[in-house]
């Protein structure tokens, strides 16, 4: 019995022993997030900027449909 337990110990031992050393190498970002969310110049703007793009555009919306259309005659 203890023949079968120090050979899975050996294959468990070599196996830990080929994995890579030390830490992770860093990964490059690309596109949209590479750009703005990661790296020096990280910054949260563009999400904000969007934030408040959809908030004007929703209002515009709104408006646009709940408002009666000054200046065009009345359909029946």
Do not use: C, W
């Not at 969310?37 to 709940?66: C, E, Q, R, W």
């Amino acid at each position: 019995s203890t023949g079968g337990t120090s050979a899975s110990t050996s294959s468990i031992v070599e196996f830990y022993s080929r994995l890579p050393k030390g830490p992770a190498p860093a990964s490059a970002s690309s596109g949209i997030r590479g750009k703005f969310f990661d790296g020096k110049n990280a910054s949260g703007k563009p999400l904000v900027a969007f934030i408040g793009g959809m908030m004007v555009f929703g209002y515009t919306i709104d408006y646009h449909t709940s408002s009666p259309q000054v200046g065009r005659p009345r359909v029946a």
